[in-house]
Nanobody, 128 residues
Framework: QLMLEESGGGSVQPGGSLTLSCIFR??????????VAWFHKTPGKDRSESEM??????????TVADPVPGRFRTARDNTEFTVYLQINDVRPDDAGIYYC?????????????????WGQGTQVTVSS
């Protein structure tokens, strides 16, 4: 499985933007077969209750859960082994811990239990 490490969290004002990064490492694996997703854990919930925010394949095809176009954007740079999550027009309920997670091949599964590899998470605080 991929090894994952998030960064970029911090405090952001409502209406602002924030970009999170997830570096992935694939020891003895071909990372092209693995998708990388972002999950959002809200305060008081377990990681297993996180909601998928986005998922991206190696070829760049991505799905984003938020119904507002452009509020969440994800991108993948396979030369830098990094997946990004940009959050625009930040809202108070965007606060929490954001994890990147990985699984083999498909973004069609959205349950955290279907993703065997996780990073340690990065905290996002929304405050004016």
């Amino acid at each position: 499985q991929l090894m994952l490490e998030e960064s970029g969290g911090g405090s952001v004002q409502p209406g602002g933007s924030l970009t999170l990064s997830c570096i992935f490492r694939a020891h003895s694996l071909d990372h092209r077969y693995y998708v990388v997703a972002w999950f959002h854990k809200t305060p008081g919930k377990d990681r297993s209750e996180s909601e998928m925010v986005s998922c991206i394949r190696s070829d760049g095809e991505a799905t984003v859960a938020d119904p507002v176009p452009g509020r969440f954007r994800t991108a993948r740079d396979n030369t830098e082994f990094t997946v990004y999550l940009q959050i625009n027009d930040v809202r108070p309920d965007d606060a929490g811990i954001y994890y990147c997670a990985s699984r083999y091949r498909t973004c069609e599964l959205t349950n955290p239990a279907d993703f065997p590899s996780w990073g340690q998470g990065t905290q996002v605080t929304v405050s004016s």
